[in-house]
């Protein structure tokens, strides 16, 4: 039988690659994404190169099309795509200048409806599954910068809507908010190694498992969510119990 294809966009690390790796483990031929080549090389070592690359910047509504309907034609198939690219990186506050809001919304918002907009195309004969990686910052107001809660929140309303829009089609689409995510690199470790008292009482303080989510973590609800053959237009949070605790 022929293995299930998948592309993750954005996973030559953290979240992306935690997803690519679980999903190489059950069997899945995998397409990892990154618009920098030698780090894509370097996570497709860590796979035994038993993955594909799309070097590609999956911002850009083009560069969704291309990749899609290549994976498409070379593999004739295409049964998940993970929208993963987005940043929480911006400015705090209420005066935040157009410019700001634009490109969060680019990274965030229309980067991920591009690719499920082409994605549906290829899937609409076979239908398939779209699932966007969204954050707890946009299920409610926590603090974060208001450009990426409210991208984050406009992903989580696009995906509802195109679930409807899709099932006909066979085609499910699903979302998964993490929380705080550690990983080499991250933001959080860049906190961490800044401050670890504080990051250390914040975590202790908001979320009642008491530590951070791991790439595994998100990974294994991709998983759950990829053999979860019923549901559609659902939304996993995976944050240690942070949204429960404040509602
Ligand atoms: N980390 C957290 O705590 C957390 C919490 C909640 C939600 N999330 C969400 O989870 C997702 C992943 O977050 P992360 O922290 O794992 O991100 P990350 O560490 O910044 O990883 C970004 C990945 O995406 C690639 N990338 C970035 N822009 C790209 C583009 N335009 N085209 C193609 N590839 C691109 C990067 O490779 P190149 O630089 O080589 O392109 C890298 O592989 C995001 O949507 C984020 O909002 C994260």
Redesign the pocket.
Known sequence: MKKKVALV?????????GIAKKLVEHNYLVYI????LE??EKTAKEFNDEVKLVV?????DLNNKQAIEKIFKDEGRLDLVVA?????KSIAGWNVDMSEYKRVFE??FF?AVSLATHAAEVMKESGGHILF?????GCESLGAPMA?SSA?TALLSYAKSLSKATASLNIRVNSI???????D????DEKSKHDREAVKTYIEKNVPLNGF?T?ED?AKAVLYLEESSFTTGTNLVVDGGQLNKII
């Open positions: 966009t954005g996973s030559s690390r953290g979240i992306g690659k994404n990154g618009r920098n780090s894509l590609s910047d999956l911002s850009d993963n690219i987005g940043s929480g990274i965030n980067s990686i969204s954050s707890i910052a990426y984050k908010s993490p929380g705080n995510v550690m990983f690199g991250s933001t959080w989510a790439p998100i």
